[in-house]
């Protein structure tokens, strides 16, 4: 196939992509107001405006080492009176929260942020990092055009999700930056590994990423795959470590001077916090698409209380444990194609990290931008038939579960995901993560049913993919394999002599 057809190809799947996520929009639209005909309690969509742009504006003015001058300044009292709430009965300043749970990195943006309120206006600061959010997926644009050989169309196609999908918009609604441009960044870096071009910039952006959202660490895993031996993974994981940690100590000490509270211990212990709060008494107990999350909403739909299981989340650890190994086990013996090692990376982001909001979960956009352009690389173009059927049966099982948490809900939720990914297993190539990776950009349900169907999707997803890698035969979808093989055979065949 020629290099202009498979451009066309995949600027086909880009804008397919595309509309499919605004048409899960009009279809979750059309279900909200369906419910409200039937006089039926709707499951909100997006989070409620009592709690919009807080994870800016809020968490922002919760800086009091920068944001103190506006107790007694008198330009607040024109501001909205959400805004007023936020500043002078901040819930960030009560004693079982604290914002220094944040990296440094992440606690140095939200100073900047409070710092523009100071000077300006709680709207100056939004439409700053908006400004820095749009130009930021302008410039992911851009650089997937440089990147690959695919028209300037199908880039700006790809770039959309991060403005028009359901984590966007939901990141949007609360004001939660960090998780947008973490996730541009994780775009970013997926694709420069793909294309195996400018990986410098791919680097740097990953290790911005780690210290706002040091879970997404374990999407470094992917060099295991992408590298030419195993030396060369090893060298690219030292890079991404000591620039990663570089990063933090001169985030850290610049955090300090400014609020000399921050400290390293602080942050410790603030996590401990966050970890009680938000985990075990269950706070961050809606909107949560994790594998814990999920195991919480089953609990109640099943009468099981307290939610939390101290049991239940051991065990989902050494799930994702045996998992990781999995991993690697499947990437050195070379049994995992590229997009597989991208998906199943940005799976153990989602799955295995207690709290993961779905405004994080955006970074399936970097996933399906990678799916795209190998199917630019010659490929096959997967085909997305099956996602069209799966978004309304799981949009029709996720509002049921959201109005009425029964047990015969909670297994028709579990059945109808082992159904359609059994589906999609049964289809050679690679459909099945093409088709997961858009549905789980889309709205399924309301704050819980969503969270059960994403963690769901992707991990029955995860084990179809690994029962599929393992069948392969060693070395037959990555090259670290062969040179590994080649330094440990000859050492073999002198032993054996």
Request: glycine share 8%; charged share 10%.
């Amino acid at each position: 196939m020629s290099t202009s057809a498979r451009s066309a190809n995949a600027a086909a799947l880009a804008r397919r992509a595309l509309l499919f996520l605004l048409f899960a929009w009009i279809v979750r639209l059309l279900a909200s107001w369906l419910l409200t005909r039937l006089h039926l309690p709707t499951v909100p969509v997006l989070a409620g405006s009592d709690d919009i742009f807080a994870d800016s504006i809020k968490s922002g003015l919760a800086e009091r080492a920068v944001t103190a001058p506006l107790l007694t300044d008198p330009k607040v009292m024109h501001w909205p009176a959400l805004f007023q709430r936020y500043l002078f009965h901040n819930k960030y300043l009560a004693p079982n929260m604290s914002i220094y749970w944040e990296p440094p990195l992440g606690v140095f943006q939200l100073m900047g942020v409070g710092r523009i309120m100071v000077i300006a206006s709680p709207w100056a600061a939004l439409a700053t990092e908006l400004a820095i959010y749009g130009l930021g997926v302008a410039a992911f644009a851009w650089l997937l055009r440089r990147l690959d050989a695919i028209s300037t169309r199908a880039a700006v196609a790809l770039a959309l999700p991060m403005c028009l999908s359901y984590p966007a918009l939901f990141m949007l609604d609360r004001g939660n930056f960090h998780s947008g441009f973490a996730s541009l960044c994780l775009a970013a870096y997926f694709c420069t590994a793909v294309s195996g071009r400018w990986r410098w910039i791919g680097v740097a952006a990953l290790c911005y990423s780690i210290n706002v959202r040091p879970n997404t660490a374990v999407v470094a895993l992917v060099e295991l795959v992408l590298a030419k031996d195993l030396n060369s993974a090893i060298r690219m994981a030292v890079i991404i470590a000591v620039t990663s940690g570089i990063i933090f100590g001169c985030s850290l000490l610049i955090v300090h001077q400014i609020d000399p509270d921050y400290t390293f211990a602080r942050f410790v212990r603030a996590y401990a916090l966050y970890k009680k709060r938000y985990i075990i008494d269950g706070f961050g107990f809606g909107w949560n698409d994790s594998l814990y999350g999920a195991v919480q909403v089953l609990r109640l739909m099943f009468g099981l209380l307290p939610t939390y299981s101290p049991v239940a989340s051991r065990a989902v650890s050494a799930l994702g444990a045996m998992s990781l190994l999995g991993f690697v086990w499947l990437a050195v013996g070379g049994r995992l194609r590229r997009g597989e090692a991208f998906f199943a990376a940005a799976a153990f982001c989602v799955l295995f990290t207690p709290v993961y909001a779905q405004y994080h979960i955006l970074i399936f956009a970097g996933v399906l931008a990678v799916l795209t352009l190998e199917s630019a690389q010659g490929a096959r173009r997967p085909s997305l038939a099956w996602a069209w059927p799966g978004l309304v049966l799981f949009i029709a099982t996720g509002c049921m579960a959201d109005l009425a948490p029964t047990p015969g809900l909670a297994l028709l939720l579990m059945l109808s995901v082992a159904f359609f990914i059994l589906r999609l297993h049964a289809e050679e190539g690679g459909d099945m993560i093409t088709v997961v990776s858009l549905l789980v950009l889309a709205p399924l349900g309301g704050p819980y049913a969503n969270g059960v169907l994403i963690a769901g999707l992707l991990a029955t997803a995860m084990l179809a993919l690994f029962v599929r890698g393992a069948r392969r035969p060693v070395g037959t979808a990555g090259p670290v394999v062969a040179r590994v093989q080649w330094r440990i055979q000859p050492a073999v065949r002198a032993y054996r002599g």
